[in-house]
């Protein structure tokens, strides 16, 4: 790989954990905007964008685009499904504690590896990180006095949690 390929792959890299990192503040400061009028604009804005590509890059570009159609239908279900809950999630709990849950999926990435095919056994090491992690989730989700400060909206936490699991 030559130089100038490896700079513009590490400048897309950058650009893709920003945007990642911005979601959650884009998110809440869309708070005005229904959730599914906000997946259809990022998708509406993602498809606008890879049109775009295709026209500066022409044929050569589609040519990368052939997968299997069960993939396409998987990868298009799992980004729509993740960003719907995504976008609900911070609407009916607060945006920190909605944020707090949807980002347990490394701690599921522990635990449910092991029940992959050629994944190894999950040892007690495994389960004490993956106990402690969801321990300081919870501890988060206290307040001072040691109790939940707020009436529970089940549907919003249930939203967040999809993502984890998406």
Same mark, same amino acid.
């Given at each position: 790989?030559t130089?100038?390929r490896?700079? &513009?792959a590490t !400048?897309?890299k950058?650009?893709? #954990?920003g *945007?990642?990192s911005g979601?959650? /503040?884009s998110?809440?400061?869309?708070a005005? #905007? $229904?959730?599914?009028q906000l /997946?259809?604009? =990022?998708?509406? %804005?993602?498809? !606008?964008?890879?049109?775009i590509?295709?026209v500066?890059q022409?044929?050569?570009?589609? =040519?990368?685009l052939?997968?299997?159609r069960?993939?396409?239908?998987?990868?298009?279900?799992a980004?729509?499904?993740y960003?719907?809950?995504?976008?609900? !999630?911070? =609407?009916? %709990?607060?945006?920190? &504690?909605?944020?707090?849950? !949807?980002? /347990?999926?490394p *701690?599921?990435?522990?635990l449910? =590896?092991?029940?992959a $095919?050629?994944?190894?056994?999950l040892?007690?090491?495994?389960l004490a990180?993956?106990?402690?992690?969801?321990a300081?989730?919870?501890l988060?989700?206290?307040?001072?006095?040691?109790?939940s400060g707020?009436? %529970?909206?089940?549907?919003g936490y249930?939203?967040?949690l999809?993502c984890? /699991?998406?």
């Amino acid at each position: 790989m030559t130089r100038q390929r490896q700079a &513009q792959a590490t !400048a897309i890299k950058l650009l893709a #954990i920003g *945007l990642w990192s911005g979601l959650a /503040l884009s998110t809440v400061a869309a708070a005005g #905007i $229904p959730p599914f009028q906000l /997946l259809a604009l =990022s998708f509406g %804005v993602a498809f !606008a964008s890879g049109m775009i590509a295709l026209v500066v890059q022409g044929r050569r570009a589609l =040519s990368r685009l052939r997968q299997p159609r069960d993939a396409w239908v998987l990868a298009f279900l799992a980004i729509f499904l993740y960003h719907a809950l995504y976008f609900y !999630a911070p =609407s009916a %709990v607060p945006a920190a &504690q909605a944020n707090l849950v !949807a980002y /347990l999926w490394p *701690l599921l990435i522990v635990l449910f =590896s092991a029940l992959a $095919p050629g994944g190894g056994r999950l040892r007690l090491r495994h389960l004490a990180g993956a106990a402690l992690g969801l321990a300081g989730a919870v501890l988060l989700f206290l307040d001072e006095d040691g109790a939940s400060g707020r009436t %529970v909206n089940g549907i919003g936490y249930l939203a967040a949690l999809g993502c984890a /699991l998406i």
